[in-house]
């Protein structure tokens, strides 16, 4: 999803945004001709994500700009490591600076929750999804962030994954319709190739759920003692996803209850951004 395409036409904006009609301190403080050297250093542990998009934003704010990258997306990282170098002209390091530190530093923080949740269920079969809670025109950027963090994103956008939930099944059964033939009627209208997902909430939703030829099935807001029996009962015969409470403190036990993916919106909706720092030294000038 994160092509650099994608990457230039957010950053453009970003700059854009913060720059209408040029970085004026710059231009009144900084001489045209200085150069600068900057360091990006983590302040606290985490994961790295967003080092193309931190690039971009120098990139596009003056060519000559150096970025030089120590660390690279999906690399752990402790206190104190460096995690890219930045040389070139003053005023479009210190314009750029912000812009590029913003992007990285949430890419950075849900690689990083990501990766918590990845390891809280390390030794099971499960797998964390991301889900689409995610900041609108943001989603590329941010689902980047999930996977170097160690996660899987879910279906891209609703074009891509059929995703039936308790609004659409409550209109799909007007007028006393049955289940497992309406979903035969609607998986055999499906383009080849596009997954079929239906959420239940009930354990008797899962016989005529199956018995409708879906590929997964979700399992929304059940207990630990639900999620065994359905899994059970599935028997393999779809993915089976668990979905909703899920934290860092419930994860593993969830996990543990055999389903196969779990969905948490928290990576994208939740994650803090990381305390990152760019510490720039204006070069000084030889006699």
Not at 35 to 59: I, K, M, P, Y
């Amino acid at each position: 999803m994160l092509d650099k395409q994608t990457i230039d036409t957010v950053v453009k904006a970003a700059l854009l945004e913060d720059t209408p009609t040029g970085d004026i301190t710059s231009l009144l403080v900084i001489p045209e001709d200085a150069t600068a050297t900057a360091v990006l250093s983590a302040r606290e542990a985490g994961t790295f994500s967003g080092s193309e998009v931190f690039q971009a934003a120098f990139d596009l704010t003056d060519p000559r700009i150096q970025v030089e990258l120590i660390k690279h997306d999906g690399d752990r990282f402790e206190p104190g490591d460096v995690l890219a170098r930045v040389s070139g002209p003053a005023r479009g390091i210190l314009t750029a600076e912000r812009i590029g530190l913003n992007f990285t530093q949430r890419m950075s923080g849900i690689a990083t929750l990501t990766a918590a949740y990845v390891d809280a269920v390390e030794g099971t079969q499960a797998t964390i999804l991301d889900t689409r809670k995610t900041t609108p025109t943001l989603r590329a950027f941010e689902r980047h962030a999930v996977v170097c963090g160690g996660g899987t994103n879910h279906r891209l956008n609703l074009s891509t994954a059929f995703m039936a939930k308790d609004n659409h099944l409550a209109v799909l059964l007007a007028g006393g319709k049955d289940l497992t033939t309406e979903l035969q009627r609607v998986k055999k209208e499906l383009p080849e190739g596009v997954k079929f997902e239906v959420e239940v909430d009930r354990l008797d939703q899962i016989e005529p759920v199956i018995a409708g030829g879906v590929d997964i099935i979700m399992l929304d807001n059940f207990s630990l003692e639900d999620l065994k029996t359905g899994v059970a009962q599935v028997a393999g015969r779809a993915v089976v996803e668990a979905s909703g409470g899920v934290n860092l403190d419930t994860v593993r036990a969830i996990a543990e209850t055999g389903v196969d993916v779990i969905s948490v919106g928290a990576l994208t909706h939740s994650a803090r951004a990381l305390d990152l720092g760019l510490d720039v030294t204006i070069d000084t000038p030889e006699n």
